[in-house]
Protein backbone atom coordinates (compact mmCIF):
# COMPACT_ATOMS: atom_id res chain seq x y z
CA UNK A 1 0.00 0.00 0.00
CA UNK A 2 1.25 3.80 -0.81
CA UNK A 3 2.83 5.89 2.09
CA UNK A 4 0.06 7.95 2.74
CA UNK A 5 1.80 11.90 2.46
CA UNK A 6 1.31 15.35 3.30
CA UNK A 7 3.20 17.20 0.60
CA UNK A 8 6.81 15.33 0.87
CA UNK A 9 6.27 14.37 4.38
CA UNK A 10 4.82 10.67 5.39
CA UNK A 11 1.92 11.06 7.79
CA UNK A 12 3.50 8.22 9.98
CA UNK A 13 6.49 10.91 10.73
CA UNK A 14 4.02 13.09 11.94
CA UNK A 15 2.26 10.48 14.34
CA UNK A 16 5.87 9.67 15.35
CA UNK A 17 6.66 13.29 16.17
CA UNK A 18 3.67 13.75 18.28
CA UNK A 19 4.25 10.65 20.08
CA UNK A 20 8.08 11.44 20.94
CA UNK A 21 7.00 14.92 22.23
CA UNK A 22 3.43 15.13 22.79
CA UNK A 23 1.67 18.49 23.79
CA UNK A 24 4.66 20.97 23.10
CA UNK A 25 5.46 22.92 26.89
CA UNK A 26 5.81 26.31 26.79
CA UNK A 27 4.37 26.87 22.81
CA UNK A 28 2.51 30.26 22.97
CA UNK A 29 4.20 31.99 25.86
CA UNK A 30 6.27 34.86 25.52
CA UNK A 31 9.95 35.41 25.43
CA UNK A 32 9.93 35.94 28.47
CA UNK A 33 8.55 32.19 29.98
CA UNK A 34 11.11 30.79 27.15
CA UNK A 35 13.57 32.30 28.88
CA UNK A 36 13.01 31.15 32.01
CA UNK A 37 12.48 27.66 31.16
CA UNK A 38 15.92 27.54 29.54
CA UNK A 39 17.59 29.19 32.31
CA UNK A 40 15.41 27.00 34.48
CA UNK A 41 17.11 24.21 32.77
CA UNK A 42 20.62 25.49 33.28
CA UNK A 43 20.21 26.55 36.88
CA UNK A 44 19.73 22.73 37.78
CA UNK A 45 22.30 21.48 35.91
CA UNK A 46 24.85 23.96 37.00
CA UNK A 47 23.39 23.54 40.23
CA UNK A 48 23.76 19.42 40.09
CA UNK A 49 27.49 19.90 38.73
CA UNK A 50 27.98 22.22 42.16
CA UNK A 51 28.09 26.01 41.43
CA UNK A 52 30.48 28.17 44.68
CA UNK A 53 29.71 32.08 44.42
CA UNK A 54 26.20 32.86 47.02
CA UNK A 55 24.22 33.71 43.74
CA UNK A 56 23.85 35.56 40.27
CA UNK A 57 21.89 37.91 38.53
CA UNK A 58 20.73 37.27 35.05
CA UNK A 59 19.08 40.04 32.64
CA UNK A 60 17.66 39.21 29.21
CA UNK A 61 17.93 41.32 26.95
CA UNK A 62 18.13 41.69 22.97
CA UNK A 63 19.93 43.44 20.89
CA UNK A 64 23.03 42.37 23.15
CA UNK A 65 25.78 43.33 21.05
CA UNK A 66 24.59 47.10 21.04
CA UNK A 67 23.79 47.27 24.35
CA UNK A 68 27.64 45.59 25.23
CA UNK A 69 28.77 48.66 22.86
CA UNK A 70 31.01 50.59 25.46
CA UNK A 71 30.64 48.10 28.59
CA UNK A 72 33.33 46.51 30.45
CA UNK A 73 32.16 42.42 29.44
CA UNK A 74 33.13 39.12 28.76
CA UNK A 75 31.33 37.07 26.33
CA UNK A 76 30.34 33.66 27.27
CA UNK A 77 28.96 32.30 23.97
CA UNK A 78 28.80 28.70 25.52
CA UNK A 79 27.16 29.08 28.72
CA UNK A 80 23.98 27.06 27.76
CA UNK A 81 26.06 24.14 27.44
CA UNK A 82 26.03 23.90 30.90
CA UNK A 83 29.73 22.84 31.21
CA UNK A 84 30.46 26.71 32.80
CA UNK A 85 29.97 28.40 36.13
CA UNK A 86 26.87 30.31 36.29
CA UNK A 87 27.31 32.16 39.60
CA UNK A 88 29.31 35.33 40.98
CA UNK A 89 28.21 37.20 37.97
CA UNK A 90 25.85 39.20 36.61
CA UNK A 91 24.88 38.14 33.21
CA UNK A 92 23.23 39.92 30.25
CA UNK A 93 21.45 37.19 27.89
CA UNK A 94 19.15 36.53 25.42
CA UNK A 95 16.01 34.40 24.78
CA UNK A 96 18.07 31.19 24.13
CA UNK A 97 20.97 32.22 26.38
CA UNK A 98 22.88 31.78 22.66
CA UNK A 99 24.58 35.72 23.68
CA UNK A 100 25.81 35.75 26.69
CA UNK A 101 27.87 38.44 28.70
CA UNK A 102 29.34 38.45 31.87
CA UNK A 103 29.25 42.64 33.18
CA UNK A 104 32.80 42.96 34.57
CA UNK A 105 32.78 43.68 38.65
CA UNK A 106 33.80 42.05 41.52
CA UNK A 107 30.84 39.94 42.70
CA UNK A 108 29.48 40.54 46.67
CA UNK A 109 26.00 39.10 46.88
CA UNK A 110 22.63 39.21 44.80
CA UNK A 111 22.04 42.77 46.04
CA UNK A 112 25.04 44.52 45.45
CA UNK A 113 24.36 43.15 41.58
CA UNK A 114 20.59 44.09 41.62
CA UNK A 115 22.33 48.25 42.18
CA UNK A 116 25.11 47.60 39.72
CA UNK A 117 22.58 46.60 37.03
CA UNK A 118 20.07 49.47 37.76
CA UNK A 119 23.42 51.73 37.86
CA UNK A 120 24.26 49.86 34.76
CA UNK A 121 20.88 51.00 33.00
CA UNK A 122 19.82 47.34 32.77
CA UNK A 123 17.16 47.85 35.77
CA UNK A 124 14.36 48.18 33.55
CA UNK A 125 14.89 44.78 31.96
CA UNK A 126 13.50 40.93 32.62
CA UNK A 127 15.64 39.86 35.17
CA UNK A 128 16.01 36.48 37.45
CA UNK A 129 18.01 36.97 40.68
CA UNK A 130 19.26 33.24 42.37
CA UNK A 131 20.59 32.95 45.72
CA UNK A 132 22.58 30.10 47.03
CA UNK A 133 21.98 29.43 50.68
CA UNK A 134 25.66 28.97 52.02
CA UNK A 135 26.69 25.43 53.04
CA UNK A 136 24.21 23.70 50.92
CA UNK A 137 22.44 23.27 48.18
CA UNK A 138 19.03 25.09 48.52
CA UNK A 139 18.62 28.04 46.25
CA UNK A 140 15.87 30.77 46.31
CA UNK A 141 14.85 32.31 42.52
CA UNK A 142 13.04 36.02 42.15
CA UNK A 143 12.08 36.61 38.77
CA UNK A 144 11.66 40.74 38.46
CA UNK A 145 9.24 40.98 35.46
CA UNK A 146 9.42 44.38 34.77
CA UNK A 147 13.19 44.35 35.71
CA UNK A 148 15.10 44.56 39.12
CA UNK A 149 14.53 48.32 39.32
CA UNK A 150 11.12 47.23 40.02
CA UNK A 151 10.73 44.97 42.87
CA UNK A 152 6.73 44.93 43.91
CA UNK A 153 6.39 43.18 40.59
CA UNK A 154 8.78 40.24 41.66
CA UNK A 155 7.78 37.04 42.30
CA UNK A 156 8.72 33.28 43.55
CA UNK A 157 10.28 30.29 40.93
CA UNK A 158 10.01 27.38 41.90
CA UNK A 159 12.60 24.84 40.82
CA UNK A 160 11.08 21.93 42.09
CA UNK A 161 10.62 17.99 40.91
CA UNK A 162 8.55 16.99 43.79
CA UNK A 163 4.76 17.33 43.28
CA UNK A 164 3.95 21.27 44.23
CA UNK A 165 1.72 21.58 47.43
CA UNK A 166 -1.13 23.11 48.20
CA UNK A 167 1.10 26.00 49.84
CA UNK A 168 3.06 26.90 46.85
CA UNK A 169 -0.09 26.44 44.33
CA UNK A 170 -2.02 29.07 46.47
CA UNK A 171 1.01 31.63 46.68
CA UNK A 172 1.37 31.80 43.25
CA UNK A 173 -2.15 32.39 42.63
CA UNK A 174 -2.79 34.99 45.40
CA UNK A 175 0.58 36.74 44.49
CA UNK A 176 -0.97 36.52 40.61
CA UNK A 177 -4.84 38.13 41.40
CA UNK A 178 -2.44 40.79 43.13
CA UNK A 179 -0.26 41.74 40.75
CA UNK A 180 -2.37 41.24 37.54
CA UNK A 181 -6.24 40.73 38.31
CA UNK A 182 -6.94 42.68 41.43
CA UNK A 183 -8.18 45.90 40.08
CA UNK A 184 -9.26 47.24 36.54
CA UNK A 185 -5.85 49.66 36.66
CA UNK A 186 -3.36 46.52 37.58
CA UNK A 187 -5.55 44.39 34.36
CA UNK A 188 -4.70 47.14 32.16
CA UNK A 189 -0.49 47.44 33.28
CA UNK A 190 1.25 46.67 30.07
CA UNK A 191 -1.15 47.01 27.79
CA UNK A 192 -3.18 44.01 29.18
CA UNK A 193 -6.90 42.52 28.61
CA UNK A 194 -9.12 43.31 31.10
CA UNK A 195 -11.89 41.07 31.89
CA UNK A 196 -13.85 44.37 32.57
CA UNK A 197 -15.78 45.95 29.58
CA UNK A 198 -17.07 48.75 32.43
CA UNK A 199 -15.89 47.41 35.58
CA UNK A 200 -17.76 50.65 36.90
CA UNK A 201 -21.08 49.53 36.51
CA UNK A 202 -19.63 45.82 36.73
CA UNK A 203 -19.97 44.86 32.79
CA UNK A 204 -17.31 42.32 32.36
CA UNK A 205 -16.27 41.55 28.48
CA UNK A 206 -16.72 38.42 26.91
CA UNK A 207 -15.62 34.93 28.70
CA UNK A 208 -13.62 36.54 30.91
CA UNK A 209 -12.07 33.20 31.98
CA UNK A 210 -10.50 33.07 29.11
CA UNK A 211 -8.79 36.04 29.65
CA UNK A 212 -7.73 35.54 33.28
CA UNK A 213 -6.78 32.08 32.02
CA UNK A 214 -3.78 33.66 29.15
CA UNK A 215 -2.64 35.69 32.22
CA UNK A 216 -2.59 33.27 35.09
CA UNK A 217 -0.66 30.24 32.63
CA UNK A 218 2.07 32.86 31.70
CA UNK A 219 2.38 33.07 35.28
CA UNK A 220 2.45 29.27 36.23
CA UNK A 221 4.70 29.30 33.27
CA UNK A 222 7.25 31.35 35.15
CA UNK A 223 6.76 30.33 38.23
CA UNK A 224 6.72 26.67 37.83
CA UNK A 225 9.19 26.82 34.82
CA UNK A 226 10.33 22.81 35.02
CA UNK A 227 6.68 21.76 35.07
CA UNK A 228 4.49 22.04 32.25
CA UNK A 229 1.30 24.03 32.45
CA UNK A 230 -1.10 23.38 29.73
CA UNK A 231 -5.32 24.93 29.33
CA UNK A 232 -7.72 22.82 27.37
CA UNK A 233 -10.06 25.71 26.28
CA UNK A 234 -13.12 26.74 27.48
CA UNK A 235 -16.00 24.23 27.73
CA UNK A 236 -19.65 24.70 26.77
CA UNK A 237 -20.30 26.05 30.43
CA UNK A 238 -17.41 28.66 30.48
CA UNK A 239 -15.20 26.49 32.39
CA UNK A 240 -11.55 26.25 31.76
CA UNK A 241 -9.53 23.00 32.86
CA UNK A 242 -5.17 23.56 33.32
CA UNK A 243 -3.36 21.22 34.45
CA UNK A 244 0.30 21.37 35.98
CA UNK A 245 2.33 18.78 34.54
CA UNK A 246 5.69 16.90 35.41
CA UNK A 247 8.08 14.52 32.83
CA UNK A 248 9.21 12.01 35.22
CA UNK A 249 10.44 8.86 34.67
CA UNK A 250 9.00 5.44 36.02
CA UNK A 251 10.68 3.01 38.38
CA UNK A 252 11.54 1.29 35.64
CA UNK A 253 12.84 4.09 34.06
CA UNK A 254 10.59 5.21 31.29
CA UNK A 255 9.23 8.26 30.80
CA UNK A 256 6.13 9.32 32.58
CA UNK A 257 4.42 12.48 33.32
CA UNK A 258 3.10 13.72 36.51
CA UNK A 259 -0.35 15.49 36.55
CA UNK A 260 0.81 18.03 40.30
CA UNK A 261 -2.71 19.59 40.05
CA UNK A 262 -5.75 20.77 37.73
CA UNK A 263 -7.16 23.52 38.32
CA UNK A 264 -10.76 24.50 37.55
CA UNK A 265 -11.33 28.11 36.62
CA UNK A 266 -14.57 29.83 36.25
CA UNK A 267 -15.62 34.00 36.62
CA UNK A 268 -19.07 34.68 38.16
CA UNK A 269 -20.37 37.81 37.36
CA UNK A 270 -23.63 39.82 37.66
CA UNK A 271 -24.06 41.25 34.24
CA UNK A 272 -23.19 39.48 31.21
CA UNK A 273 -21.14 41.09 28.36
CA UNK A 274 -24.60 42.76 26.66
CA UNK A 275 -25.17 44.42 30.16
CA UNK A 276 -27.68 42.08 30.91
CA UNK A 277 -28.54 40.10 34.19
CA UNK A 278 -26.99 37.07 34.34
CA UNK A 279 -30.17 34.87 35.14
CA UNK A 280 -28.05 31.10 35.64
CA UNK A 281 -27.48 30.61 39.91
CA UNK A 282 -24.14 31.15 41.04
CA UNK A 283 -24.83 27.99 43.15
CA UNK A 284 -25.70 25.84 40.07
CA UNK A 285 -22.09 27.22 38.51
CA UNK A 286 -20.16 26.62 41.51
CA UNK A 287 -22.10 22.93 41.95
CA UNK A 288 -21.23 22.59 38.04
CA UNK A 289 -17.45 23.80 38.37
CA UNK A 290 -17.16 21.08 41.36
CA UNK A 291 -18.33 18.28 39.37
CA UNK A 292 -15.95 19.33 35.88
CA UNK A 293 -12.67 19.75 38.67
CA UNK A 294 -13.61 16.01 39.59
CA UNK A 295 -13.96 14.89 36.34
CA UNK A 296 -10.88 16.51 34.90
CA UNK A 297 -8.91 15.61 37.82
CA UNK A 298 -10.12 11.83 37.39
CA UNK A 299 -9.04 12.15 33.39
CA UNK A 300 -5.44 13.49 34.11
CA UNK A 301 -5.04 11.20 37.28
CA UNK A 302 -4.18 14.42 38.99
CA UNK A 303 -2.76 14.58 42.64
CA UNK A 304 -4.35 18.00 43.80
CA UNK A 305 -7.19 20.06 42.37
CA UNK A 306 -8.87 23.53 42.93
CA UNK A 307 -12.01 25.16 41.73
CA UNK A 308 -10.89 28.52 41.42
CA UNK A 309 -13.80 31.22 41.50
CA UNK A 310 -13.02 34.68 40.25
CA UNK A 311 -15.67 36.56 41.72
CA UNK A 312 -16.80 39.57 39.81
CA UNK A 313 -19.94 40.21 41.64
CA UNK A 314 -21.03 43.48 43.64
CA UNK A 315 -21.83 41.72 46.69
CA UNK A 316 -18.92 41.02 49.11
CA UNK A 317 -19.42 37.39 50.35
CA UNK A 318 -17.52 35.03 52.34
CA UNK A 319 -15.51 32.06 51.34
CA UNK A 320 -18.40 29.83 53.15
CA UNK A 321 -21.20 32.14 51.55
CA UNK A 322 -19.66 31.73 47.82
CA UNK A 323 -19.10 27.59 48.60
CA UNK A 324 -22.08 26.87 51.35
CA UNK A 325 -23.62 24.45 48.98
CA UNK A 326 -20.10 22.34 47.85
CA UNK A 327 -18.21 22.91 51.15
CA UNK A 328 -19.05 18.98 52.26
CA UNK A 329 -18.49 17.50 48.84
CA UNK A 330 -15.52 19.38 48.33
CA UNK A 331 -13.80 18.43 51.45
CA UNK A 332 -14.43 14.44 50.87
CA UNK A 333 -13.10 15.02 47.47
CA UNK A 334 -10.40 16.91 48.34
CA UNK A 335 -10.75 19.51 46.19
CA UNK A 336 -9.46 23.45 46.98
CA UNK A 337 -12.06 26.06 46.98
CA UNK A 338 -10.37 29.34 46.18
CA UNK A 339 -12.08 32.20 45.31
CA UNK A 340 -11.03 35.58 44.66
CA UNK A 341 -13.29 38.99 44.26
CA UNK A 342 -11.83 41.66 41.52
CA UNK A 343 -12.70 45.06 42.34
CA UNK A 344 -14.00 47.61 40.64
CA UNK A 345 -12.22 50.71 41.20
CA UNK A 346 -9.12 51.83 42.68
CA UNK A 347 -10.80 53.23 45.43
CA UNK A 348 -12.65 50.17 46.40
CA UNK A 349 -9.17 48.91 46.74
CA UNK A 350 -7.97 51.53 49.07
CA UNK A 351 -11.04 50.90 51.03
CA UNK A 352 -10.37 47.39 51.55
CA UNK A 353 -6.31 48.33 52.13
CA UNK A 354 -7.22 50.44 54.54
CA UNK A 355 -10.72 49.96 56.31
CA UNK A 356 -12.17 52.82 58.41
CA UNK A 357 -14.67 52.81 61.29
CA UNK A 358 -15.91 56.11 59.27
CA UNK A 359 -17.45 53.56 56.27
CA UNK A 360 -19.81 51.50 58.42
CA UNK A 361 -21.14 54.89 60.29
CA UNK A 362 -21.09 56.44 57.00
CA UNK A 363 -23.01 53.27 55.21
CA UNK A 364 -25.65 53.12 58.67
CA UNK A 365 -26.00 56.80 57.85
CA UNK A 366 -27.29 56.08 54.03
CA UNK A 367 -29.22 52.84 55.51
CA UNK A 368 -31.09 55.61 58.47
CA UNK A 369 -32.05 57.76 55.77
CA UNK A 370 -33.23 54.91 53.21
CA UNK B 1 -14.63 49.88 5.65
CA UNK B 2 -11.67 51.74 3.32
CA UNK B 3 -8.30 50.17 1.67
CA UNK B 4 -5.11 51.58 1.87
CA UNK B 5 -4.43 51.99 -2.44
CA UNK B 6 -1.25 49.88 -3.09
CA UNK B 7 1.00 51.92 -4.95
CA UNK B 8 4.96 51.20 -5.50
CA UNK B 9 5.90 53.17 -2.49
CA UNK B 10 3.35 51.86 0.29
CA UNK B 11 4.55 48.43 -1.38
CA UNK B 12 8.11 49.09 -0.51
CA UNK B 13 7.30 50.22 3.01
CA UNK B 14 5.13 47.27 3.17
CA UNK B 15 8.71 44.78 2.32
CA UNK B 16 10.18 46.81 4.75
CA UNK B 17 8.15 46.32 7.72
CA UNK B 18 7.88 42.66 6.77
CA UNK B 19 11.98 42.53 7.04
CA UNK B 20 12.05 44.10 10.32
CA UNK B 21 9.29 42.09 11.53
CA UNK B 22 11.18 38.91 10.70
CA UNK B 23 14.48 40.18 12.26
CA UNK B 24 12.86 41.81 15.56
CA UNK B 25 10.44 38.29 16.24
CA UNK B 26 14.56 36.01 15.74
CA UNK B 27 16.07 38.76 17.80
CA UNK B 28 13.33 38.41 20.50
CA UNK B 29 14.24 34.63 20.43
CA UNK B 30 17.55 34.90 20.65
CA UNK B 31 18.88 34.76 17.15
CA UNK B 32 20.44 38.15 17.13
CA UNK B 33 21.89 37.64 14.05
CA UNK B 34 20.79 35.41 10.56
CA UNK B 35 22.72 33.96 8.41
CA UNK B 36 20.94 35.05 4.97
CA UNK B 37 19.78 31.22 3.84
CA UNK B 38 17.98 31.12 6.89
CA UNK B 39 16.48 34.55 7.17
CA UNK B 40 14.94 33.12 3.88
CA UNK B 41 14.07 30.05 5.56
CA UNK B 42 12.13 31.92 8.19
CA UNK B 43 10.72 33.98 5.58
CA UNK B 44 9.54 30.69 3.91
CA UNK B 45 8.27 29.47 6.95
CA UNK B 46 5.83 32.66 8.08
CA UNK B 47 4.44 32.18 4.67
CA UNK B 48 3.75 29.05 4.59
CA UNK B 49 2.51 28.17 7.90
CA UNK B 50 0.48 31.43 8.39
CA UNK B 51 -2.96 29.82 7.77
CA UNK B 52 -2.44 27.77 11.12
CA UNK B 53 -2.82 31.20 12.87
CA UNK B 54 -5.40 32.81 10.44
CA UNK B 55 -3.08 35.04 9.13
CA UNK B 56 -3.01 36.47 6.00
CA UNK B 57 0.67 35.07 3.78
CA UNK B 58 1.77 37.79 2.32
CA UNK B 59 2.92 36.52 -1.06
CA UNK B 60 1.72 32.72 -1.35
CA UNK B 61 4.00 31.33 -3.51
CA UNK B 62 8.09 30.64 -3.97
CA UNK B 63 10.24 29.75 -6.75
CA UNK B 64 11.94 26.32 -5.63
CA UNK B 65 15.22 26.66 -6.07
CA UNK B 66 18.12 24.06 -5.54
CA UNK B 67 19.57 26.33 -2.84
CA UNK B 68 16.48 26.61 -1.03
CA UNK B 69 13.87 29.24 -0.50
CA UNK B 70 14.85 32.73 -1.73
CA UNK B 71 12.65 36.43 -1.48
CA UNK B 72 14.49 38.38 -4.27
CA UNK B 73 12.05 41.38 -3.04
CA UNK B 74 13.22 40.88 1.05
CA UNK B 75 16.83 40.68 -0.39
CA UNK B 76 16.08 43.89 -1.86
CA UNK B 77 14.07 45.62 0.69
CA UNK B 78 16.96 43.73 3.20
CA UNK B 79 19.95 45.51 1.61
CA UNK B 80 18.37 48.68 1.54
CA UNK B 81 17.29 48.42 5.21
CA UNK B 82 21.32 48.05 5.91
CA UNK B 83 21.79 51.25 4.28
CA UNK B 84 19.16 53.61 5.97
CA UNK B 85 21.10 52.13 9.20
CA UNK B 86 17.77 49.63 10.79
CA UNK B 87 19.82 46.72 9.82
CA UNK B 88 23.16 46.04 10.58
CA UNK B 89 25.69 43.53 8.42
CA UNK B 90 27.05 41.26 11.21
CA UNK B 91 28.97 39.07 9.41
CA UNK B 92 30.30 39.23 5.34
CA UNK B 93 33.28 36.47 4.28
CA UNK B 94 33.40 34.85 0.95
CA UNK B 95 32.72 31.05 1.25
CA UNK B 96 34.36 29.13 -1.18
CA UNK B 97 32.17 25.69 0.18
CA UNK B 98 31.27 23.41 -2.92
CA UNK B 99 34.02 24.77 -5.25
CA UNK B 100 31.77 28.24 -5.88
CA UNK B 101 32.29 31.12 -4.64
CA UNK B 102 29.81 33.07 -2.63
CA UNK B 103 29.24 35.69 -0.29
CA UNK B 104 28.56 34.60 3.61
CA UNK B 105 26.52 37.00 5.08
CA UNK B 106 24.89 37.46 8.36
CA UNK B 107 22.24 40.04 9.55
CA UNK B 108 21.08 41.91 12.65
CA UNK B 109 18.76 44.36 14.00
CA UNK B 110 19.96 47.56 14.93
CA UNK B 111 17.62 47.68 17.70
CA UNK B 112 17.98 51.18 18.63
CA UNK B 113 16.66 52.23 14.97
CA UNK B 114 14.76 49.45 13.96
CA UNK B 115 13.29 49.93 17.65
CA UNK B 116 11.91 52.61 17.15
CA UNK B 117 10.13 52.36 14.07
CA UNK B 118 8.92 49.11 15.60
CA UNK B 119 7.77 50.75 17.99
CA UNK B 120 5.90 53.51 16.32
CA UNK B 121 4.32 50.61 13.81
CA UNK B 122 2.91 48.85 17.01
CA UNK B 123 1.07 51.46 18.61
CA UNK B 124 -0.71 52.05 15.02
CA UNK B 125 -4.40 50.87 15.40
CA UNK B 126 -4.09 48.80 12.69
CA UNK B 127 -1.29 46.83 13.98
CA UNK B 128 -2.01 43.38 13.32
CA UNK B 129 -1.03 41.49 16.56
CA UNK B 130 -1.96 38.35 15.42
CA UNK B 131 1.06 38.50 12.93
CA UNK B 132 3.25 40.03 15.38
CA UNK B 133 2.29 36.90 17.86
CA UNK B 134 2.72 34.32 15.01
CA UNK B 135 5.94 35.78 13.87
CA UNK B 136 7.30 35.34 17.35
CA UNK B 137 6.01 31.55 18.36
CA UNK B 138 7.12 30.77 15.06
CA UNK B 139 11.13 32.35 15.90
CA UNK B 140 11.05 30.66 18.69
CA UNK B 141 10.36 27.17 17.39
CA UNK B 142 13.21 27.93 14.11
CA UNK B 143 15.42 28.93 16.86
CA UNK B 144 15.79 25.70 18.17
CA UNK B 145 16.90 24.08 15.20
CA UNK B 146 20.63 23.69 15.02
CA UNK B 147 22.13 26.74 13.38
CA UNK B 148 23.73 24.68 10.45
CA UNK B 149 20.54 22.58 9.50
CA UNK B 150 18.21 25.96 9.57
CA UNK B 151 18.46 26.29 5.88
CA UNK B 152 17.95 22.67 5.55
CA UNK B 153 14.88 22.35 7.66
CA UNK B 154 13.14 24.78 4.94
CA UNK B 155 13.86 22.04 1.94
CA UNK B 156 12.43 19.40 4.01
CA UNK B 157 9.20 21.38 4.99
CA UNK B 158 5.96 19.83 3.34
CA UNK B 159 5.48 22.29 0.24
CA UNK B 160 8.85 22.54 -0.87
CA UNK B 161 9.52 18.64 -0.54
CA UNK B 162 5.81 17.74 -2.15
CA UNK B 163 6.35 15.10 -5.22
CA UNK B 164 4.29 17.61 -7.17
CA UNK B 165 6.77 20.49 -7.27
CA UNK B 166 9.70 20.60 -8.66
CA UNK B 167 12.95 22.68 -9.26
CA UNK B 168 12.89 26.38 -10.84
CA UNK B 169 8.98 26.19 -10.99
CA UNK B 170 6.65 28.11 -8.34
CA UNK B 171 5.02 26.58 -4.97
CA UNK B 172 1.88 27.94 -4.68
CA UNK B 173 -0.01 27.72 -1.50
CA UNK B 174 -2.37 30.57 -1.60
CA UNK B 175 -5.70 31.61 -3.73
CA UNK B 176 -6.99 29.51 -6.59
CA UNK B 177 -5.90 27.69 -9.18
CA UNK B 178 -6.84 27.93 -13.11
CA UNK B 179 -9.85 25.60 -12.30
CA UNK B 180 -11.06 27.68 -9.21
CA UNK B 181 -9.63 25.24 -6.82
CA UNK B 182 -8.00 26.51 -3.92
CA UNK B 183 -4.64 25.66 -3.75
CA UNK B 184 -3.59 23.34 -1.12
CA UNK B 185 -0.73 24.40 1.47
CA UNK B 186 0.65 20.72 2.53
CA UNK B 187 2.79 22.79 5.04
CA UNK B 188 -0.20 24.21 7.19
CA UNK B 189 -2.25 21.01 6.63
CA UNK B 190 0.62 18.90 8.04
CA UNK B 191 1.04 21.03 10.73
CA UNK B 192 -2.69 20.61 11.33
CA UNK B 193 -2.84 17.13 10.60
CA UNK B 194 -0.90 16.66 14.70
CA UNK B 195 -4.37 17.32 15.94
CA UNK B 196 -5.23 14.15 14.67
CA UNK B 197 -3.16 12.37 17.56
CA UNK B 198 -4.19 14.87 20.11
CA UNK B 199 -5.33 13.09 22.97
CA UNK B 200 -9.91 13.34 23.72
CA UNK B 201 -10.87 17.04 24.52
CA UNK B 202 -7.46 18.71 24.17
CA UNK B 203 -7.57 20.72 21.19
CA UNK B 204 -3.64 21.89 20.14
CA UNK B 205 -3.16 25.77 20.02
CA UNK B 206 -1.86 27.44 16.66
CA UNK B 207 1.51 27.63 19.11
CA UNK B 208 1.29 24.28 19.82
CA UNK B 209 0.84 23.09 16.20
CA UNK B 210 3.25 25.41 15.09
CA UNK B 211 6.54 24.12 17.56
CA UNK B 212 5.33 20.79 16.37
CA UNK B 213 5.85 21.10 12.92
CA UNK B 214 8.69 23.23 13.54
CA UNK B 215 10.44 20.27 16.00
CA UNK B 216 9.25 17.86 12.95
CA UNK B 217 11.53 19.85 10.49
CA UNK B 218 14.51 19.63 12.72
CA UNK B 219 14.48 16.36 13.01
CA UNK B 220 14.04 15.85 8.82
CA UNK B 221 16.87 18.45 8.84
CA UNK B 222 18.92 16.40 11.47
CA UNK B 223 19.08 18.84 14.35
Known amino acids: ?370 | MTTARRTPANEETALQLRVLRLLSALASAGVETVRIEDFHAFAFFAEVLAPVWGVETPVGAVLKEEGGPHYPALQHQLDRLVGMGLVRVARLTADAREGRWKLDAAFGLRTRNAGKVLAFVADMPDEDLATTTFLEQLAFAFAEIPVDHRDDAAQRDAAWSAPDTSNDRLIRFSGTDGRGQKRRNYSAEAARYFQRYAPDGVELSAAEQTTLYMGLMRRRAGG
Open chain 1, 1 to 370: MAEELIGGIPVAEIQAEFIAVGQPGGAGSGREVQFLRKLAALIERRMAAGETASGALFILASGIDELMEGRASSPQPLLRNGHYPISGQLWVLSTALTYAHAIDMPWTDTVAAIAQACREGLGEMPAVSLDIRPGSDEIHLSYFPQGCAVPDAQCDIHLINRPITKEEMKAVLDGFFEQSLRTPMRQREGHGTSTWQDASRGVPNSRPEEIIEAKLLERLRSAFPVHDSHSQGVTDDGYIDIAVYKNDVTAAGHPARRCDWVLELKALADRTSNDNDVTASPHDAIIKGLRQTLSYRSNENGIHAALCVYDLRKAELSHDDCFALVLQDATTQKVELWRWRLLRSAEESRRKTFPLQADALREAMKGKRG
